[in-house]
């Protein structure tokens, strides 16, 4: 455990001083400065469009960042060959990936509290501050995504080049996102069969509507039973296996 | 004791990357070992398979067949792993971390912690003459910089066994004096030590035996005079007399050469040095000197390059 925390810090450290990471945050805050402008431009609760811009930016940001750096975790230390004196010292490649994946998790977590700060004082100016108390709900659902984003990733940065790890990765995100709003829409319209085939389909695909409690908490349909709790398990779930296929494939694969 | 090294049958074979069906051989069945607080030193042009025997040793790449013991495990065990140190061809680190977080983060994974820690890496901060430049990131550091850096996590956890791949490489004259300093301070702790290196005068002076890898093959293994052929020793012998003495000479011998007051003869062979000896002895010379010397490691090196030339060849 030491040492997949060692690994995990060292990453964390290197990453958090990449000229990357500063990009990203002035992405997040030009988004934020977006949705101030829509609130002067649109009709309705500015709190709580506000509300629904900065939890969509926090969503956003970290998939992106966990995309970013998440694809190029193992390929970047294959290619610079990085990899062969740490793997000469008493780390497992196992413990390695399981470093590789908590140092990139730690960021996403510095960066949520970092972003949520923010996105407090902007609540602040719509005088709503308390409310970020509403939406930790949401935050921790939009951790628990990003987490299966960099498990995904890692398994693509163990396979493959950056360029391919990131088509997957986005690709996974992607269906994600949609997966159940697309089942939805298919199973509507087509024959029995075709709906079977698609409902079954839904189990395998990745569905992030289980991570999506932000919407019912801006516009105050408040947190269903339960939601929290099977969002934990369901990216639980994802995070175990596609960390383990990718111990699997990275114990096979010759570091040449 | 347990060897540090002991390598039985080694083959490794890749997949061609061009035609599929075809594998490439990059080391073809051989043995070797390596003795406790011995250095031994790899020799072979670029692709020879120097490279590739050492990502072997390390468990990076599995062998296609033959066996490998380090310390009585295989490669990769992590049991062994403090034990070695290794220093990868040409090393990067992480650019965004100093030298010292690098000792740091290698010596915590090794076990290394505390004070210990820090006392271990500034003195091989200092030893490898990076001290002043600890606290720098490493996306600043000069090409022999980061060579210094590598040796330096290398040899933080003081393991048993150091294996480097090129380590002279990329250093100034002093930085090559320097990590040779450190190599035979290596030895003198009862260390032993494995590294690949082009520059032949170095691994000459530094290694215990040599082994000479051409095409994959192992061409040699031993001590420098050991994998001398007794054919190529080149016999010699230096003679003098008096005046009247002189002008008989040249008619003794054909291709005799006249250094200052001395007349040197090069031989053919032991038995021609030995009749040839004989034959200025019994004519009353003064041998100043007689005896064979040994070809240099470059010579040996090139000459197995002119039998593998010749064997493409034929």
Not at chain 1, 128 to 150: E, K, M, N, V
Not at chain 2, 58 to 69: A, E, F, H, Q
Not at chain 2, 183 to 196: A, N, P, T
Request: charged share 20%.
């Amino acid at each position: 455990m030491k040492r997949i925390l060692n690994v995990a810090y060292y990453t964390f450290l290197e990453m958090v001083r990449n000229k990357v990471l500063f990009i990203l945050f002035f992405f997040a805050l030009f988004i934020f400065g977006l949705g101030i402008v829509i609130t002067q431009m649109t009709i309705g609760d500015n709190l709580t469009i506000i509300s629904d811009v900065g939890l969509a930016t926090i969503e956003i940001f970290l998939t992106v960042l966990s995309i970013f750096l998440g694809i190029s975790l193992v390929q970047k230390e294959l290619s610079q060959k990085t990899l062969y004196p740490l793997l000469a010292r008493p780390v497992s490649r196992a413990e390695y990936i399981l470093g590789k994946f908590f140092g990139m998790l730690l960021l996403v977590i510095v960066a949520i509290v970092i972003m949520s700060v923010i996105f407090t004082i902007l609540l602040f100016f719509y005088g709503g501050a308390g409310r970020i108390i509403d939406f930790l709900p949401a935050i921790y659902a939009i951790f628990l995504q990003t987490s299966t984003i960099i498990s995904v990733a890692v398994l693509c940065s163990t396979l493959t080049e950056p360029a391919v790890a990131a088509t997957l990765t986005i690709s996974f995100y992607i269906i994600g996102a949609t997966s159940y709003n697309l089942v939805y829409a298919i199973t509507k319209r087509t024959s029995e069969t075709v709906t079977k085939i698609i409902t079954t389909l839904r189990y395998v695909l990745p569905d992030f509507n289980h991570f999506n409690i932000k919407d019912n908490l801006v516009y105050g349909r408040g947190l269903e039973n339960l939601s929290l709790g099977v969002a934990s398990i369901y990216a639980l779930i994802i995070v175990v296996i596609v960390l383990s296929l990718s111990i699997i494939f990275f114990n096979a694969k010759e570091i040449n | 004791m347990t060897k540090p090294i002991e390598v039985k049958n080694l083959t490794k074979t890749f997949r061609h990357p061009m035609k599929v069906w075809d594998r490439i051989e990059a080391v073809r069945d051989f043995s070797f070992s390596v003795e406790p607080g011995e250095i031994v030193g790899f020799v072979g042009h670029n692709g020879a398979g120097k490279t590739t025997t050492i990502k072997m040793l390390m468990g990076l790449i599995w062998p296609t067949s033959g066996k490998i013991s380090i310390f009585g495990k295989k490669p990769g065990d992590v049991s062994i792993k403090n034990k070695i140190g290794f220093l990868p061809e040409r090393p990067y680190f992480y650019s965004q971390l100093s030298g010292m977080d690098v000792l740091k983060y290698f010596g915590k994974l090794s076990g290394l912690k505390g004070t210990t820690l820090i006392d271990r890496a500034e003195k091989i901060l200092r030893q490898v003459g990076l001290y002043n430049d600890r606290n720098r990131r490493l996306g600043g550091y000069s090409k022999g910089m980061l060579q210094r850096i590598g040796l330096a996590q290398a040899i933080i956890h003081n393991p048993e066994l150091v294996i480097m791949d090129e380590p002279m490489s990329g250093l100034d004259p002093v930085g090559r004096r320097e990590v040779k300093e450190i190599i035979r301070s290596l030895k003198r702790d009862g260390k032993s030590v494995i590294f690949s290196s082009h520059i032949l005068s170095d691994i000459e002076n530094l290694s215990d035996r040599v082994l000479i890898i051409e095409n994959g093959f192992k061409k040699s293994f031993g001590t420098v005079r050991e994998i001398v052929d007794p054919d190529n020793i080149r016999y010699k012998i230096e003679f003098g007399g008096k005046d009247e003495m002189k002008d008989a000479a040249f008619s003794l011998f054909k291709g005799i050469r006249v250094a200052s007051d001395r007349f040197i003869i090069d031989c053919e062979s032991l038995e021609d040095f030995n009749s040839k000896l004989s034959t200025i002895v019994e004519k009353k010379y003064t041998v100043h000197e007689a005896g064979g010397t040994y070809p240099s490691l470059e010579e040996i090196v090139f000459s197995v390059k002119k039998e593998v030339g010749n064997e493409k060849n034929s």
